[in-house]
Nanobody
Framework: QVQLVESGGGLVQAGGSLRLSCAAS????????MGWYRQAPGKQREWVTL???????NYADSVKGRFTISRDNTKNTVYLQMNSLKPEDTAVYYC????????WGQGTQVTISS
C-alpha cells in the first residue's frame, strides 16, 4: 500500500504562482512514476504531468511551459510548481503514484481568480 498526502492548494490571482506537494509513504519502492491530475467543476479528470523514477517528465499541452514537476527522493515528495496561473487552471488537483495499481491522494483545491 502507498499513501499520498497533498498540500499547497489555495486561492491566488491570475498570473500568480502556487506550489503543490505530494508526500508518499508506505511501499514507496513499488512506485515507478508519480504525477498529477486535475478535475474542474463539471469536467472530467484531466492528466497534468508525471515524473518517472529515472527523472523523465511529461506535461499536458495546457500546462507546458508554466508548470514544473520535480521530486525530492530524500523526502519521498513530488512537487508541482505552477506559474502564470490562469482561471482555467482552477480545479481539484490529485496526486497519483503508479505501481502495480494506481494510488491517489485526497486532492487539494486550487482556485485562480481573474
Amino acid at each position: 500500500q502507498v499513501q499520498l498526502v497533498e498540500s499547497g492548494g489555495g486561492l491566488v490571482q491570475a498570473g500568480g504562482s502556487l506550489r503543490l506537494s505530494c508526500a508518499a509513504s508506505g511501499n514507496i519502492f513499488s512506485i515507478n512514476a508519480m504525477g498529477w491530475y486535475r478535475q474542474a467543476p463539471g469536467k472530467q479528470r484531466e492528466w497534468v504531468t508525471l515524473i518517472t523514477n529515472s527523472g523523465n517528465r511529461n506535461y499536458a499541452d495546457s500546462v507546458k511551459g508554466r508548470f514544473t514537476i520535480s521530486r525530492d527522493n530524500t523526502k519521498n515528495t513530488v512537487y508541482l510548481q505552477m506559474n502564470s496561473l490562469k482561471p482555467e487552471d482552477t480545479a481539484v488537483y490529485y496526486c497519483y503514484a503508479n505501481s502495480i495499481v494506481t494510488y491517489w491522494g485526497q486532492g487539494t483545491q486550487v482556485t485562480i481568480s481573474s
